[in-house]
Nanobody, 129 residues
Framework: QPQVEESGGGLVQPGGSLRLYCAGSGSSLSSYSVGWFRQAPGKERVKIACITSAGSGTKTRYESSTQGRFTVLRDSATNTVYLQMNRLTPEDTGVYYC????????????????????WGQGTQVTVSA
């Protein structure tokens, strides 16, 4: 399966936008669902968005606080999954991670592929004036 690496984080003012990148290497991301997670300071890591494979209909799912502000997209040409974040607020501050997931039709959710997901380094997003 491909390896993934996050990038694109930085400091942005409230109301601003940022695009995060989840770059695949080793093989194509196209056959995998990819989830984006955020870990805010002092809090648990939570799933905020997911995009399924084309084989599963390229569905997208969002956590309620990001719905309408964040968009997850695939670019097969660059083997990358993007997270476009708009209208950012200080509550969006945290370390963002991407990870391969699986689509579970019965629950209609992206779920972890293993019990011990291989988290990467993540990319830091800070929303502050």
């Amino acid at each position: 399966q491909p390896q993934v690496e996050e990038s694109g984080g930085g400091l942005v003012q409230p109301g601003g936008s940022l695009r995060l990148y989840c770059a695949g290497s080793g093989s194509s991301l196209s056959s995998y669902s990819v989830g984006w997670f955020r870990q805010a300071p002092g809090k648990e890591r939570v799933k905020i968005a997911c995009i399924t494979s084309a084989g599963s209909g390229t569905k997208t799912r969002y956590e309620s606080s990001t719905q309408g502000r964040f968009t997850v997209l695939r670019d097969s040409a660059t083997n990358t999954v993007y997270l476009q974040m708009n209208r950012l607020t200080p509550e969006d501050t945290g370390v963002y991670y991407c990870i391969l997931m699986k689509w579970v039709p019965t629950s209609r959710r992206c779920e972890h592929r293993t019990d011990d997901p291989p988290w990467g380094q993540g990319t830091q997003v800070t929303v502050s004036a």
